[in-house]
Protein backbone atom coordinates (compact mmCIF):
# COMPACT_ATOMS: atom_id res chain seq x y z
CA UNK A 1 0.00 0.00 0.00
CA UNK A 2 1.74 3.11 -1.38
CA UNK A 3 1.14 6.34 1.58
CA UNK A 4 1.69 10.14 0.51
CA UNK A 5 2.37 12.73 3.31
CA UNK A 6 -0.36 14.15 5.25
CA UNK A 7 0.55 17.68 3.75
CA UNK A 8 -0.07 16.41 0.37
CA UNK A 9 -3.99 15.65 1.45
CA UNK A 10 -4.52 18.40 4.05
CA UNK A 11 -3.58 16.71 6.93
CA UNK A 12 -0.94 17.91 9.50
CA UNK A 13 1.40 15.40 10.24
CA UNK A 14 2.56 16.14 13.63
CA UNK A 15 -1.65 15.94 14.39
CA UNK A 16 -1.77 12.54 12.48
CA UNK A 17 1.25 11.27 14.69
CA UNK A 18 -0.81 11.48 17.61
CA UNK A 19 -2.80 8.88 16.91
CA UNK A 20 -0.24 6.30 17.44
CA UNK A 21 1.42 7.87 20.08
CA UNK A 22 -2.46 7.62 21.88
CA UNK A 23 -2.83 3.93 21.04
CA UNK A 24 0.59 2.99 21.93
CA UNK A 25 0.38 5.14 25.34
CA UNK A 26 -3.04 4.48 26.46
CA UNK A 27 -3.85 1.27 24.56
CA UNK A 28 -1.12 -1.10 24.03
CA UNK A 29 1.44 -0.11 26.58
CA UNK A 30 -0.69 -1.05 29.32
CA UNK A 31 -1.96 -4.27 27.80
CA UNK A 32 -5.88 -2.60 27.05
CA UNK A 33 -5.68 -4.16 23.32
CA UNK A 34 -3.17 -7.15 21.93
CA UNK A 35 -2.44 -4.51 18.88
CA UNK A 36 -3.89 -2.33 16.66
CA UNK A 37 -4.05 -0.96 12.43
CA UNK A 38 -5.46 2.36 12.09
CA UNK A 39 -5.64 3.60 8.56
CA UNK A 40 -6.24 7.48 7.47
CA UNK A 41 -7.24 7.75 3.20
CA UNK A 42 -7.95 11.34 1.72
CA UNK A 43 -8.78 12.04 -1.99
CA UNK A 44 -8.36 8.14 -2.78
CA UNK A 45 -4.76 8.28 -0.91
CA UNK A 46 -3.56 6.89 1.95
CA UNK A 47 -1.40 9.12 4.38
CA UNK A 48 -1.21 6.88 7.48
CA UNK A 49 -1.43 3.46 8.26
CA UNK A 50 -0.02 2.72 11.90
CA UNK A 51 0.75 -0.68 12.57
CA UNK A 52 1.43 -1.58 16.48
CA UNK A 53 1.46 -4.34 19.00
CA UNK A 54 0.90 -7.77 18.87
CA UNK A 55 -1.92 -10.16 16.62
CA UNK A 56 -0.86 -12.57 19.02
CA UNK A 57 0.00 -12.21 22.54
CA UNK A 58 0.89 -16.03 23.56
CA UNK A 59 3.26 -16.55 20.49
CA UNK A 60 4.52 -12.86 20.77
CA UNK A 61 3.82 -12.68 17.27
CA UNK A 62 3.88 -8.99 15.70
CA UNK A 63 1.15 -7.18 14.01
CA UNK A 64 1.47 -6.50 10.70
CA UNK A 65 -0.04 -4.85 8.28
CA UNK A 66 -1.80 -8.16 6.07
CA UNK A 67 -3.60 -9.58 9.59
CA UNK A 68 -6.49 -11.06 9.11
CA UNK A 69 -9.41 -9.83 11.56
CA UNK A 70 -12.66 -10.99 12.92
CA UNK A 71 -14.71 -7.72 11.57
CA UNK A 72 -17.63 -9.27 13.26
CA UNK A 73 -20.69 -6.56 12.42
CA UNK A 74 -18.21 -4.96 9.77
CA UNK A 75 -19.99 -7.89 7.56
CA UNK A 76 -23.11 -5.47 7.92
CA UNK A 77 -22.48 -2.67 5.22
CA UNK A 78 -20.62 -5.76 2.74
CA UNK A 79 -23.99 -7.74 3.07
CA UNK A 80 -26.35 -4.74 2.65
CA UNK A 81 -24.58 -3.40 -0.35
CA UNK A 82 -24.33 -7.14 -1.89
CA UNK A 83 -28.60 -6.93 -1.26
CA UNK A 84 -29.36 -3.41 -2.99
CA UNK A 85 -27.03 -4.83 -6.26
CA UNK A 86 -30.20 -7.07 -6.11
CA UNK A 87 -32.67 -4.48 -6.00
CA UNK A 88 -30.88 -2.75 -8.73
CA UNK A 89 -31.72 -5.77 -10.95
CA UNK A 90 -35.37 -5.56 -10.07
CA UNK A 91 -35.57 -8.92 -7.85
CA UNK A 92 -37.15 -7.27 -5.16
CA UNK A 93 -38.36 -3.64 -3.85
CA UNK A 94 -37.56 -2.03 -0.23
CA UNK A 95 -41.08 -2.37 0.80
CA UNK A 96 -42.21 -6.12 0.05
CA UNK A 97 -43.65 -8.17 2.94
CA UNK A 98 -40.46 -10.65 3.91
CA UNK A 99 -43.16 -13.01 4.04
CA UNK A 100 -42.86 -12.75 0.61
CA UNK A 101 -39.41 -14.72 0.12
CA UNK A 102 -39.91 -16.55 3.52
CA UNK A 103 -43.22 -18.02 3.61
CA UNK A 104 -43.23 -19.14 6.87
CA UNK A 105 -42.82 -15.76 8.33
CA UNK A 106 -46.50 -14.85 6.76
CA UNK A 107 -47.59 -15.40 10.35
CA UNK A 108 -45.39 -13.67 12.02
CA UNK A 109 -46.77 -11.97 15.50
CA UNK A 110 -45.39 -9.57 18.44
CA UNK A 111 -44.68 -10.62 22.22
CA UNK A 112 -47.75 -9.52 24.45
CA UNK A 113 -47.22 -11.28 27.59
CA UNK A 114 -44.87 -14.85 29.10
CA UNK A 115 -42.10 -16.46 28.75
CA UNK A 116 -40.53 -19.11 26.33
CA UNK A 117 -41.81 -21.47 25.44
CA UNK A 118 -45.25 -20.14 26.59
CA UNK A 119 -45.67 -16.60 24.74
CA UNK A 120 -48.63 -14.20 23.84
CA UNK A 121 -48.69 -12.59 21.31
CA UNK A 122 -50.72 -10.27 19.06
CA UNK A 123 -50.84 -9.21 15.29
CA UNK A 124 -48.55 -6.82 13.71
CA UNK A 125 -49.49 -4.01 12.98
CA UNK A 126 -47.66 -4.54 9.82
CA UNK A 127 -45.76 -7.23 7.96
CA UNK A 128 -42.08 -6.96 8.03
CA UNK A 129 -40.50 -5.40 4.92
CA UNK A 130 -36.79 -5.58 3.42
CA UNK A 131 -36.12 -2.06 4.07
CA UNK A 132 -37.06 -2.75 8.06
CA UNK A 133 -34.03 -5.50 7.94
CA UNK A 134 -31.65 -3.08 6.35
CA UNK A 135 -32.32 -0.52 8.78
CA UNK A 136 -32.80 -2.71 12.04
CA UNK A 137 -36.51 -1.99 12.70
CA UNK A 138 -37.93 -5.38 12.11
CA UNK A 139 -38.67 -6.93 15.44
CA UNK A 140 -35.86 -9.24 15.92
CA UNK A 141 -33.31 -9.57 18.21
CA UNK A 142 -29.88 -10.59 19.12
CA UNK A 143 -29.44 -13.22 21.52
CA UNK A 144 -26.71 -11.42 23.37
CA UNK A 145 -28.67 -8.58 24.18
CA UNK A 146 -29.96 -10.17 27.48
CA UNK A 147 -32.57 -7.67 28.13
CA UNK A 148 -35.82 -9.32 27.17
CA UNK A 149 -37.92 -12.92 26.98
CA UNK A 150 -37.29 -12.75 23.42
CA UNK A 151 -33.47 -12.67 23.42
CA UNK A 152 -33.42 -15.74 26.03
CA UNK A 153 -35.41 -17.69 23.64
CA UNK A 154 -32.73 -17.09 20.97
CA UNK A 155 -29.91 -18.23 23.76
CA UNK A 156 -31.94 -21.24 24.57
CA UNK A 157 -32.56 -22.26 21.07
CA UNK A 158 -29.24 -21.12 20.01
CA UNK A 159 -30.46 -18.51 17.15
CA UNK A 160 -27.71 -17.97 14.54
CA UNK A 161 -24.92 -19.98 16.73
CA UNK A 162 -22.62 -21.77 14.04
CA UNK A 163 -22.56 -25.48 14.79
CA UNK A 164 -21.74 -28.06 12.97
CA UNK A 165 -24.43 -28.02 10.06
CA UNK A 166 -26.02 -25.35 11.19
CA UNK A 167 -27.28 -22.94 8.11
CA UNK A 168 -28.87 -19.89 7.15
CA UNK A 169 -32.55 -22.07 6.35
CA UNK A 170 -32.34 -23.55 9.94
CA UNK A 171 -31.80 -19.80 11.09
CA UNK A 172 -34.76 -18.51 9.15
CA UNK A 173 -37.11 -21.98 10.62
CA UNK A 174 -36.52 -21.08 13.93
CA UNK A 175 -37.38 -17.68 13.84
CA UNK A 176 -40.48 -18.65 12.20
CA UNK A 177 -41.72 -20.22 15.72
CA UNK A 178 -40.90 -16.91 18.07
CA UNK A 179 -42.50 -13.81 18.11
CA UNK A 180 -40.95 -10.27 17.97
CA UNK A 181 -39.96 -8.22 20.25
CA UNK A 182 -42.59 -5.19 18.01
CA UNK A 183 -44.36 -4.81 15.35
CA UNK A 184 -42.00 -3.71 12.26
CA UNK A 185 -41.16 -0.17 12.36
CA UNK A 186 -42.22 1.17 15.40
CA UNK A 187 -38.63 0.43 16.93
CA UNK A 188 -35.12 0.38 16.14
CA UNK A 189 -33.24 -2.63 17.98
CA UNK A 190 -29.56 -4.32 16.89
CA UNK A 191 -30.48 -7.93 15.50
CA UNK A 192 -29.99 -10.79 13.18
CA UNK A 193 -31.79 -9.13 10.57
CA UNK A 194 -28.55 -8.28 8.52
CA UNK A 195 -28.07 -12.48 8.79
CA UNK A 196 -32.04 -13.29 7.25
CA UNK A 197 -30.39 -10.54 4.15
CA UNK A 198 -27.84 -13.16 3.67
CA UNK A 199 -30.78 -15.77 3.72
CA UNK A 200 -32.62 -13.33 0.93
CA UNK A 201 -29.56 -12.79 -1.07
CA UNK A 202 -29.19 -16.99 -1.49
CA UNK A 203 -32.93 -16.87 -2.24
CA UNK A 204 -32.98 -13.96 -4.59
CA UNK A 205 -29.51 -14.93 -6.40
CA UNK A 206 -29.56 -18.50 -6.67
CA UNK A 207 -26.34 -19.03 -5.25
CA UNK A 208 -25.04 -19.55 -1.75
CA UNK A 209 -24.16 -16.08 -0.03
CA UNK A 210 -20.35 -16.65 -0.38
CA UNK A 211 -20.72 -17.58 -3.89
CA UNK A 212 -22.37 -13.89 -4.35
CA UNK A 213 -20.39 -12.08 -2.62
CA UNK A 214 -17.31 -13.00 -3.94
CA UNK A 215 -19.18 -12.50 -7.74
CA UNK A 216 -20.57 -9.08 -6.90
CA UNK A 217 -18.05 -7.88 -4.44
CA UNK A 218 -15.03 -9.22 -3.09
CA UNK A 219 -13.64 -9.97 -6.81
CA UNK A 220 -14.37 -6.88 -9.08
CA UNK A 221 -12.90 -5.17 -5.60
CA UNK A 222 -9.88 -7.34 -5.39
CA UNK A 223 -10.64 -8.19 -2.17
CA UNK A 224 -8.88 -11.30 -1.89
CA UNK A 225 -8.46 -12.06 1.61
CA UNK A 226 -12.30 -11.62 2.96
CA UNK A 227 -14.56 -14.39 3.40
CA UNK A 228 -16.12 -16.56 5.98
CA UNK A 229 -13.61 -19.19 6.57
CA UNK A 230 -9.76 -18.96 7.40
CA UNK A 231 -7.89 -21.25 5.09
CA UNK A 232 -5.19 -23.13 6.08
CA UNK A 233 -2.94 -21.27 3.98
CA UNK A 234 -3.90 -18.20 5.62
CA UNK A 235 -4.16 -19.60 9.03
CA UNK A 236 -0.39 -17.94 10.23
CA UNK A 237 -2.05 -14.29 9.22
CA UNK A 238 -5.17 -14.37 11.99
CA UNK A 239 -5.22 -12.42 14.96
CA UNK A 240 -6.00 -14.12 17.99
CA UNK A 241 -9.58 -12.48 19.79
CA UNK A 242 -9.09 -10.86 23.34
CA UNK A 243 -11.62 -9.96 25.96
CA UNK A 244 -10.97 -9.36 29.90
CA UNK A 245 -11.40 -11.29 32.83
CA UNK A 246 -12.33 -9.81 35.95
CA UNK A 247 -8.60 -8.51 36.52
CA UNK A 248 -8.37 -6.45 33.90
CA UNK A 249 -6.30 -9.02 31.97
CA UNK A 250 -6.18 -9.83 27.99
CA UNK A 251 -7.56 -13.49 27.73
CA UNK A 252 -7.78 -15.41 24.54
CA UNK A 253 -11.25 -16.40 23.71
CA UNK A 254 -10.75 -17.49 20.08
CA UNK A 255 -7.17 -18.51 18.96
CA UNK A 256 -5.83 -17.58 15.49
CA UNK A 257 -4.21 -21.23 15.06
CA UNK A 258 -7.09 -22.85 16.40
CA UNK A 259 -10.00 -20.69 15.52
CA UNK A 260 -13.68 -21.46 14.78
CA UNK A 261 -13.57 -19.90 11.88
CA UNK A 262 -11.38 -22.69 10.39
CA UNK A 263 -14.18 -24.91 9.42
CA UNK A 264 -18.15 -23.31 9.65
CA UNK A 265 -21.11 -23.62 7.41
CA UNK A 266 -23.36 -20.77 9.10
CA UNK A 267 -22.21 -17.66 6.58
CA UNK A 268 -23.94 -15.31 9.02
CA UNK A 269 -24.20 -11.99 6.75
CA UNK A 270 -24.55 -9.62 9.83
CA UNK A 271 -20.99 -10.69 11.82
CA UNK A 272 -18.92 -13.53 9.68
CA UNK A 273 -16.42 -12.41 8.08
CA UNK A 274 -12.79 -12.18 8.12
CA UNK A 275 -11.11 -9.42 6.48
CA UNK A 276 -7.76 -6.91 6.75
CA UNK A 277 -7.22 -3.80 6.32
CA UNK A 278 -5.90 -3.40 2.70
CA UNK A 279 -9.30 -4.92 1.39
CA UNK A 280 -11.90 -3.23 3.55
CA UNK A 281 -10.37 -0.16 2.73
CA UNK A 282 -10.80 -1.22 -1.21
CA UNK A 283 -14.45 -1.30 0.00
CA UNK A 284 -14.93 1.94 1.41
CA UNK A 285 -12.89 3.44 -1.12
CA UNK A 286 -15.71 2.14 -3.40
CA UNK A 287 -18.00 3.41 -1.27
CA UNK A 288 -16.69 7.10 -0.93
CA UNK A 289 -16.27 6.81 -4.97
CA UNK A 290 -20.03 6.07 -5.33
CA UNK A 291 -20.02 2.59 -6.38
CA UNK A 292 -16.99 1.97 -8.13
CA UNK A 293 -13.05 1.34 -7.51
CA UNK A 294 -10.34 0.68 -10.53
CA UNK A 295 -12.90 0.73 -13.36
CA UNK A 296 -15.02 -2.23 -11.49
CA UNK A 297 -18.56 -0.49 -10.93
CA UNK A 298 -20.55 -3.16 -8.29
CA UNK A 299 -22.90 -0.74 -7.50
CA UNK A 300 -25.06 2.71 -8.41
CA UNK A 301 -23.86 5.92 -6.84
CA UNK A 302 -27.59 7.29 -6.13
CA UNK A 303 -27.92 3.33 -4.64
CA UNK A 304 -25.96 4.44 -2.34
CA UNK A 305 -26.51 7.81 -1.78
CA UNK A 306 -29.78 6.47 -0.91
CA UNK A 307 -28.60 3.83 1.74
CA UNK A 308 -26.67 6.21 3.53
CA UNK A 309 -29.47 8.46 3.97
CA UNK A 310 -31.46 8.61 7.15
CA UNK A 311 -34.53 5.89 6.72
CA UNK A 312 -35.34 6.38 10.25
CA UNK A 313 -38.91 6.96 10.49
CA UNK A 314 -39.68 10.89 10.99
CA UNK A 315 -36.01 11.62 10.19
CA UNK A 316 -35.63 10.95 14.46
CA UNK A 317 -32.25 9.95 15.26
CA UNK A 318 -31.75 6.53 17.45
CA UNK A 319 -32.03 8.07 20.87
CA UNK A 320 -35.43 8.46 19.91
CA UNK A 321 -36.43 5.12 18.45
CA UNK A 322 -33.90 3.02 19.57
CA UNK A 323 -34.73 -0.06 22.45
CA UNK A 324 -31.89 -1.86 24.03
CA UNK A 325 -28.72 -0.43 24.98
CA UNK A 326 -26.30 -2.08 22.83
CA UNK A 327 -25.23 -1.36 19.07
CA UNK A 328 -22.48 -0.08 17.91
CA UNK A 329 -22.89 3.53 17.91
CA UNK A 330 -24.00 5.72 20.64
CA UNK A 331 -27.80 7.16 19.56
CA UNK A 332 -27.29 11.02 19.99
CA UNK A 333 -27.33 12.63 16.45
CA UNK A 334 -26.69 9.44 14.61
CA UNK A 335 -29.03 8.55 11.84
CA UNK A 336 -29.36 4.59 10.21
CA UNK A 337 -30.06 3.65 6.56
CA UNK A 338 -30.04 0.72 4.57
CA UNK A 339 -27.03 -1.24 6.33
CA UNK A 340 -25.17 2.28 7.48
CA UNK A 341 -25.03 4.38 10.45
CA UNK A 342 -25.22 8.64 9.54
CA UNK A 343 -24.19 11.38 11.76
CA UNK A 344 -27.10 13.57 11.16
CA UNK A 345 -26.11 16.24 13.78
CA UNK A 346 -22.41 16.43 14.65
CA UNK A 347 -23.17 18.32 17.89
CA UNK A 348 -25.74 16.68 19.63
CA UNK A 349 -23.41 13.89 18.36
CA UNK A 350 -20.30 14.90 20.13
CA UNK A 351 -17.78 13.93 17.52
CA UNK A 352 -16.68 16.54 15.04
CA UNK A 353 -17.59 14.07 11.61
CA UNK A 354 -19.24 15.82 9.07
CA UNK A 355 -22.88 15.40 8.58
CA UNK A 356 -23.46 12.62 6.23
CA UNK A 357 -20.41 10.26 7.08
CA UNK A 358 -21.55 6.95 7.63
CA UNK A 359 -20.01 4.18 9.42
CA UNK A 360 -20.38 0.90 11.72
CA UNK A 361 -18.12 -1.21 13.72
CA UNK A 362 -17.61 -4.71 14.90
CA UNK A 363 -17.73 -6.85 18.12
CA UNK A 364 -14.51 -6.94 18.34
CA UNK A 365 -13.66 -3.29 18.48
CA UNK A 366 -12.91 -2.96 14.91
CA UNK A 367 -14.63 0.94 12.99
CA UNK A 368 -14.31 2.80 9.84
CA UNK A 369 -16.39 5.64 9.00
CA UNK A 370 -16.72 7.64 5.48
CA UNK A 371 -16.65 11.04 5.30
CA UNK A 372 -17.85 11.99 1.59
CA UNK A 373 -17.81 16.05 2.82
CA UNK A 374 -13.80 14.98 3.39
CA UNK A 375 -13.10 12.67 0.90
CA UNK A 376 -12.06 10.85 3.97
CA UNK A 377 -11.81 7.38 4.73
CA UNK A 378 -10.91 5.95 8.63
CA UNK A 379 -9.97 2.56 9.60
CA UNK A 380 -9.03 0.58 12.42
CA UNK A 381 -8.82 -2.90 13.38
CA UNK A 382 -8.36 -5.04 16.80
CA UNK A 383 -9.31 -7.72 18.53
CA UNK A 384 -10.90 -6.88 21.81
CA UNK A 385 -14.53 -7.98 22.54
CA UNK A 386 -16.71 -6.44 23.53
CA UNK A 387 -16.34 -3.57 21.39
CA UNK A 388 -18.03 -1.12 24.32
CA UNK A 389 -15.41 -1.74 26.39
CA UNK A 390 -14.00 1.40 25.18
CA UNK A 391 -14.55 4.55 23.11
CA UNK A 392 -12.42 4.18 20.42
CA UNK A 393 -14.66 5.55 17.96
CA UNK A 394 -14.85 8.82 19.49
CA UNK A 395 -11.12 8.93 20.62
CA UNK A 396 -9.77 8.63 17.07
CA UNK A 397 -12.79 10.81 15.05
CA UNK A 398 -11.42 13.64 17.68
CA UNK A 399 -8.01 12.42 16.46
CA UNK A 400 -8.35 11.97 13.03
CA UNK A 401 -10.12 15.75 12.38
CA UNK A 402 -7.71 17.53 14.89
CA UNK A 403 -5.02 17.06 11.99
CA UNK A 404 -7.18 18.56 9.04
CA UNK A 405 -5.98 21.27 7.99
Known amino acids: MELVTPEELGLHSGQLARIGEHLRGQYLAPGKL???????????????????????????????????????????????????????????????????????????????????????????????????????????????????????????????????????QHMVDQLAQLPLEFSPGSSWNYSLATDVLGHLIEVLSGQSLPA??????????????????????????????????????????????????????????????????????RFCQMLLQGGSLDGQRVIGSRTLEYMTANHLPGGVDLSAIAMGSFSETQYEGVGFGLGFASKIDPVKNGYPASHGTFFWGGLASTLFWVDPAEELVVIFMTQLMPSSTFNLRGQLEALVYAALE
Open 34 to 168: PGSITLVARHGQVCLLDVAGQRDLERGTAMTADTIFRIYSMSKPITSVALMTLFERGLFALDDPVHRFIPSWRQLAVRKAGAFPLFETEPCERPMTIRDLLRHTSGLTYDFLRESNIDYAYRKLQIGNPAPGYTL
Open 212 to 281: YLQQALFEPLGMVDTGFNITPENVARLASCYERDAAKKLVCNDDGQDSQFRDRVFWSGGGGLLSTVPDYY
